[in-house]
């Protein structure tokens, strides 16, 4: 009794769940102790172990009384031990120095302690554990594209990165702190924001270099309501980043731009302004997790349904974010597909008030990437407009229940926080206020009798082509572009568009207007 029994051949891969040699193979590394610990990759020198399911066992000397398993963890560095498989057992897991324990299944009924030099991986994208204390000199890893929820209590002493893409949710009280990577593919802008608690300008300023600007300004601004313009940091400029506060940044060269510092567990609270005459804000998710924007994410928790439908703190239904490959704002409603917003990503509201913007922790998921997912299949056509450099896009949907006026909800205005030099747009089909629509929703039928104003912004000069992408539209229904100015109309198809140099500079409606016709 109390002595190690190890490598032994026929018994040392059994599940330890009472049901005697039922799965008996060869594991090499794996140890059980009369005192209940179950060690695995003690003699791990190089490559991975897999040792399969581990659920609790027998006491000592007993055929029938279950006692629960511990479980530790050894290695060297370069190895892996991985759970692949729902482990059941109910005592503690310590990763030992040296050790990597790499995570793809859910550990819901052990704490794990990771000591000094060990490390912990996440490797799939929905584990959840009970708990999890990180100690000074140990560390955790949440991969790319990865996420972990940790059910009940997190404590960190020691290193916590998770990468861009990667979702942590923490049901429990957090201490310590982490890093969130966000990866910037380009040095074009971007809005980000950063989902941590505590983080500095100082910090950021010196672990990143930002492209440079005139005088001393560097690729690092914060948006300005009261006059719609952006104020650059410069290298020398100090203070937090509070939470949910959104930030323009440009790097020197494409890569991460990185936030360290704790969780936050609790609902945020964003203080909102209207002394802009929009009242546009720059906003960001403060999570370390994706949050849901729309209806179309999550029907009851989401941002527009929480701040606009359940509490008239917006000025419309409409949030907007920066396309750094189109060069122009894209903007999200309820009639949009779903969108759920990554970690470290910023974006715009326009309030009607001194109000507060809530995102609150039910909002929270996992999620592969921000990108959409679409909706149910339904009549659509998106207008785009290029000059050869830059595009810009307006979208019609046609959903039962929406009318030919504004819908709050199910039709955007276009960003107005900037200047638009180059926009396409549409205004409603009626009553609509003179709102220039990136989004505009409209009953589907009728279609013949609904012509749609469409408007252009773009300087003398230009030569722009615009196209349509039509989609379930009604068997013989062609969508054709009519120019007032030459008094034509064009086919908008797959292999047909609208190509025209500008005599001279367009800004609003009146020359272009879309028509739905099954003739020709």
Same mark, same amino acid.
Request: glycine share 10%; no cysteine.
């Given at each position: 009794?109390?002595?190690?029994?190890?490598?032994?051949?026929?018994?040392?891969?059994?599940?330890?769940?009472?049901?005697?040699?039922?799965?008996?193979?060869?594991?090499?590394?794996?140890?059980?102790?009369?005192?209940?610990?179950?060690?695995?990759?003690?003699?791990?020198?190089?490559?991975?172990? !897999?040792?399969?399911?581990?659920?609790?066992?027998?006491? =000592?000397?007993? *055929?029938?009384?279950? @006692?629960? #398993? /511990? &479980?530790? %963890?050894?290695?060297?560095?370069?190895?892996?031990?991985?759970?692949?498989?729902?482990?059941?057992?109910?005592?503690?897991?310590?990763?030992?120095?040296?050790?990597?324990?790499?995570?793809?299944? !859910?550990?819901?009924?052990?704490?794990?302690?990771?000591? =000094?030099?060990? *490390?912990?991986?996440? @490797?799939? #994208? /929905? &584990?959840? %554990?009970?708990?999890?204390?990180?100690?000074?000199?140990?560390?955790?890893?949440?991969?790319?594209?990865?996420?972990?929820?940790?059910?009940?209590?997190?404590?960190?002493?020691?290193?916590?990165?998770?990468?861009?893409?990667?979702?942590?949710?923490?049901?429990?009280?957090? *201490?310590?702190?982490?890093?969130? #990577?966000?990866?910037?593919?380009?040095?074009?802008?971007?809005?980000?924001?950063?989902?941590?608690?505590?983080?500095?300008?100082?910090?950021?300023?010196?672990?990143?270099?930002?492209?440079?600007?005139?005088?001393?300004?560097?690729?690092?601004?914060?948006?300005?309501?009261?006059?719609?313009?952006?104020?650059?940091?410069?290298?020398?400029?100090?203070?937090?980043?509070?939470?949910?506060?959104?930030?323009?940044?440009?790097?020197?060269?494409?890569?991460?731009?990185?936030?360290?510092?704790?969780?936050?567990?609790?609902?945020?609270?964003?203080?909102?302004?209207?002394?802009?005459?929009?009242?546009?804000?720059?906003?960001?998710?403060?999570?370390?997790?994706?949050?849901?924007?729309?209806?179309?994410?999550?029907?009851?928790?989401?941002?527009?349904?929480?701040?606009?439908?359940?509490?008239?703190?917006?000025?419309?239904?409409?949030?907007?974010?920066?396309?750094?490959?189109?060069?122009?704002?894209?903007?999200?409603?309820?009639?949009?597909?779903?969108?759920?917003?990554?970690?470290?990503?910023?974006?715009?509201?326009?309030?009607?008030?001194?109000?507060?913007?809530?995102?609150?922790?039910?909002?929270?998921?996992?999620?592969?990437?921000?990108?959409?997912?679409?909706?149910?299949?339904?009549?659509?056509?998106?207008?785009?407009?290029?000059?050869?450099?830059?595009?810009?896009?307006?979208?019609?949907?046609?959903?039962?229940?929406?009318?030919?006026?504004?819908?709050?909800?199910?039709?955007?205005?276009?960003?107005?926080?900037?200047?638009?030099?180059?926009?396409?747009?549409?205004?409603?089909?009626?009553?609509?206020?003179?709102?220039?629509?990136?989004?505009?929703?409209?009953?589907?039928?009728?279609?013949?009798?609904?012509?749609?104003?469409?408007?252009?912004?773009?300087?003398?000069?230009?030569?722009?082509?615009?196209?349509?992408?039509?989609?379930?539209?009604?068997?013989?229904?062609?969508?054709?572009?009519?120019?007032?100015?030459?008094?034509?109309?064009?086919?908008?198809?797959?292999?047909?568009?609208?190509?025209?140099?500008?005599?001279?500079?367009?800004?609003?409606?009146?020359?272009?207007?879309?028509?739905?016709?099954?003739?020709?």
């Amino acid at each position: 009794a109390g002595s190690n029994i190890s490598h032994f051949a026929l018994y040392l891969n059994d599940d330890w769940n009472g049901v005697e040699n039922d799965n008996i193979y060869w594991k090499q590394e794996t140890s059980h102790m009369a005192s209940d610990i179950v060690k695995i990759g003690e003699d791990l020198s190089s490559g991975d172990f !897999n040792p399969g399911l581990i659920t609790n066992g027998l006491s =000592s000397s007993s *055929s029938t009384s279950e @006692n629960t #398993n /511990n &479980v530790e %963890i050894y290695g060297s560095i370069g190895t892996n031990v991985i759970f692949d498989q729902e482990n059941t057992y109910t005592g503690t897991t310590v990763i030992k120095n040296g050790a990597t324990l790499q995570l793809s299944q !859910n550990l819901t009924f052990s704490d794990i302690t990771v000591e =000094s030099g060990g *490390s912990l991986k996440i @490797n799939d #994208n /929905n &584990v959840q %554990i009970k708990s999890l204390n990180i100690s000074d000199g140990g560390s955790l890893v949440i991969e790319s594209g990865k996420a972990l929820t940790i059910l009940n209590n997190f404590s960190n002493s020691g290193t916590v990165t998770a990468q861009s893409g990667s979702s942590l949710i923490i049901n429990g009280n957090s *201490s310590g702190d982490i890093t969130y #990577n966000r990866t910037l593919s380009t040095t074009n802008w971007y809005l980000t924001s950063s989902p941590v608690v505590g983080e500095t300008i100082q910090d950021v300023i010196s672990n990143h270099d930002f492209a440079t600007g005139s005088g001393s300004n560097i690729g690092l601004a914060t948006y300005t309501t009261s006059d719609n313009t952006w104020d650059y940091l410069t290298s020398s400029s100090t203070g937090t980043i509070s939470s949910g506060t959104g930030y323009a940044v440009k790097l020197a060269s494409a890569g991460d731009i990185s936030f360290s510092g704790t969780m936050k567990v609790d609902d945020a609270s964003i203080a909102l302004t209207t002394s802009g005459s929009n009242g546009f804000n720059l906003v960001g998710n403060p999570y370390p997790s994706f949050i849901a924007a729309n209806n179309s994410a999550d029907g009851t928790n989401n941002i527009l349904k929480v701040n606009d439908t359940d509490n008239d703190y917006l000025t419309e239904a409409t949030l907007w974010f920066w396309n750094q490959s189109t060069n122009s704002y894209d903007q999200i409603n309820h009639a949009t597909s779903a969108r759920h917003i990554a970690p470290g990503q910023g974006f715009f509201v326009s309030s009607n008030g001194n109000n507060t913007l809530s995102i609150t922790e039910d909002m929270q998921s996992h999620q592969g990437t921000d990108t959409f997912q679409r909706p149910a299949s339904r009549p659509e056509i998106e207008l785009t407009m290029t000059d050869g450099s830059d595009t810009s896009n307006a979208d019609i949907f046609y959903i039962e229940g929406t009318t030919t006026g504004w819908d709050n909800g199910y039709d955007s205005s276009i960003f107005g926080g900037v200047a638009n030099d180059f926009a396409i747009y549409t205004h409603a089909v009626e009553n609509g206020a003179g709102r220039n629509l990136g989004i505009q929703s409209l009953p589907p039928d009728n279609y013949e009798n609904m012509i749609i104003p469409v408007g252009i912004n773009a300087i003398s000069g230009t030569e722009i082509s615009i196209d349509a992408s039509i989609t379930n539209f009604p068997e013989g229904m062609n969508v054709y572009l009519e120019d007032k100015e030459d008094d034509s109309f064009t086919l908008l198809d797959g292999s047909a568009n609208f190509t025209t140099t500008l005599a001279s500079d367009l800004n609003g409606i009146g020359r272009f207007y879309l028509h739905t016709t099954a003739g020709s």
